[in-house]
């Protein structure tokens, strides 16, 4: 059964760059599923941010696509964000998350899902001086 | 871009009484292979965000069974049967048929 782990600097400065990892095991990341950052602040609610497959496809949310960075390392079964040039609006609780069924039989073509049923515990990220 | 909105945005709710959260997309998301790709989640205070339905109408593993989804193309309804105090939360909708993937604004449910 995969389970995700988020870590990463809990306070990051103004202007500075977010970086948190995604540990994911029970499952290997090679597994034709896609992996998704998401987070949760109370003024903008769940805003999704981006994923990326094992392939090092990714599909970023315009909002932040200057700013973000998904990327991948198959060899120690994690995946990374990056966020740049952070403010205070960027204070929130940070997700991983994934599919199940896809990470456990992979998915592809037209029967590809992306609906979120394993959520790593968040990691909550302030950024302040 | 896909716009996901909801409403209403704030529904108290009595225990024991039905709810219902609408949900709607500002295009189609029915798939061409029949699924409608639009999920429902709950994020209660202290947790991790919770997958209720997937796919327009399939509920998830471990969710009860006074949850259900239903809708297709563009309007979506998550309907709560009987409300348990334990359903506080806010709910949200979201859209995977295009990226950029999108929630709805949320509907925050407490108790009366």
């Known amino acids: 059964q995969v389970q995700l782990r988020e870590s990463g600097p809990g306070l990051v400065k103004p202007s500075g760059t977010l970086t948190l990892t995604c540990a994911v095991s029970?499952?290997?990341?090679?597994?034709?599923?896609?992996w998704s950052w998401v987070r949760q602040s109370p003024e903008k609610g769940l805003e999704w941010i981006g994923e990326?497959?094992?392939?090092?496809?990714?599909n970023y949310n315009p909002s932040l696509k200057s700013r973000v960075t998904i990327s991948v390392e198959t060899s120690n079964n994690q995946f990374f964000l990056k966020l740049s040039s952070v403010t205070a609006a960027d204070t929130a609780v940070y997700y991983c998350?994934?599919?199940?069924?896809?990470?456990?039989?992979?998915?592809?073509?037209?029967?590809?899902?992306?609906?979120?049923?394993?959520w790593g515990k968040g990691t909550t990220v302030t950024v302040s001086s | 871009d896909i716009v996901m909105t909801q409403s209403p945005l704030s529904l108290p709710v009595t225990p024991g009484e039905p709810a219902s959260i609408s949900c709607r997309s500002s295009q189609s998301l029915l798939h061409s292979n029949g699924y409608n790709y639009l999920d429902w989640y709950v994020l209660k205070p202290g947790q991790s965000p919770q997958l209720l339905i997937y796919l327009g109408s399939n509920r998830a593993s471990g969710v009860p069974d006074r949850f259900s989804g239903s809708g297709s193309g563009t309007d979506f309804t998550l309907q709560i049967s009987r409300v348990e105090a334990e359903d506080v939360g806010i709910y949200y909708c979201m859209q995977t048929l295009n990226t950029p993937r999108a929630f709805g604004p949320g509907t925050r449910v407490d108790i009366k």
């Open positions: 029970g499952e290997s990341i090679r597994s034709g599923n896609w």
């Open positions: 998350a994934t599919n199940s069924y896809c990470a456990r039989s992979g998915c592809y073509g037209t029967y590809q899902y992306y609906y979120m049923d394993v």
């Open positions: 990326i497959n094992d392939s090092g496809t990714f």
